[in-house]
T-cell receptor, first 114, second 110 residues
Framework: NAGVTQTPKFQVLKTGQSMTLQCAQD?????MSWYRQDPGMGLRLIHY???????DQGEVPNGYNVSRSTTEDFPLRLLSAAPSQTSVYFC?????????????FGPGTRLLVL | SQKIEQNSEALNIQEGKTATLTCNYT??????LQWYRQDPGRGPVFLLL?????KEKRKERLKVTFDTTLKQSLFHITASQPADSATYLC?????????FGTGTRLTIIP
């Protein structure tokens, strides 16, 4: 299993540009989520999904869109990038319920918005 | 609002000693608490989960305690090794969500 994969690893954008961060998992996990990690702050939840066709907002959703058309994929879209969105983005997945609350994280995408 | 505090941003421990990391939480009662390890430039990796009805859990050289009265979890690494150097994140689950602490950067000195 590849686990959770993210592309790209690193991206530079200009203010106002749009882009999509890709996330895929091959563990058949129902739950997928996006976090951002900034210096001096814990990971903050942007959006999450409990299954295909179902998404919801997390703690810091503004400026980001998501969709979940398949169990495997959960892309994060930045519609109009702003310098405040410079961060490291992590995608995570897990089973729902039971003793399977373990979150599996991808390697991260470093985003720099100029 | 829910708040998590992990002791000191950085902790230096001599190799072979026991490293103890502290996590305090306020304003909620988590059903369980996880600890993750994060190396520079990488995503967090799950280490241990302890539930509110468990006092202690062990995995190899790792031990976690959970005191719901003190609202505190302690994370111990015994016989520490330089390879244990990383940032350790405390992650309680309560009010239907995970809340990540900022982490403690642990350095094991040879």
């Amino acid at each position: 299993n590849a686990g959770v994969t993210q592309t790209p690893k690193f991206q530079v954008l200009k203010t106002g540009q749009s882009m999509t961060l890709q996330c895929a998992q091959d563990m058949n996990h129902e739950y997928m989520s996006w976090y951002r990690q900034d210096p001096g702050m814990g990971l903050r939840l942007i959006h999450y999904s409990v299954g295909a066709g179902i998404t919801d907002q997390g703690e810091v959703p503004n400026g980001y869109n998501v969709s979940r058309s398949t169990t495997e994929d959960f892309p994060l879209r930045l519609l109009s990038a702003a310098p405040s969105q410079t961060s490291v983005y992590f995608c995570a997945s897990s089973y729902l319920g039971g003793d399977q609350e373990t979150q599996y994280f991808g390697p991260g995408t470093r985003l720099l918005v100029l | 609002s829910q708040k998590i505090e992990q002791n000191s941003e950085a902790l230096n421990i001599q190799e072979g000693k026991t490293a103890t990391l502290t996590c305090n939480y306020t304003n909620y009662s988590p059903a369980y608490l996880q600890w993750y390890r994060q190396d520079p430039g990488r995503g967090p990796v799950f280490l241990l989960l302890i539930r509110e009805n468990e006092k202690e859990k062990r995995k190899e050289r790792l031990k976690v305690t959970f005191d719901t009265t003190l609202k505190q979890s302690l994370f111990h690494i015994t016989a520490s090794q330089p390879a244990d150097s990383a940032t350790y994140l405390c992650v309680p689950f309560g009010n239907e969500k995970l809340t990540f602490g900022t982490g403690t950067r642990l350095t094991i000195i040879p």
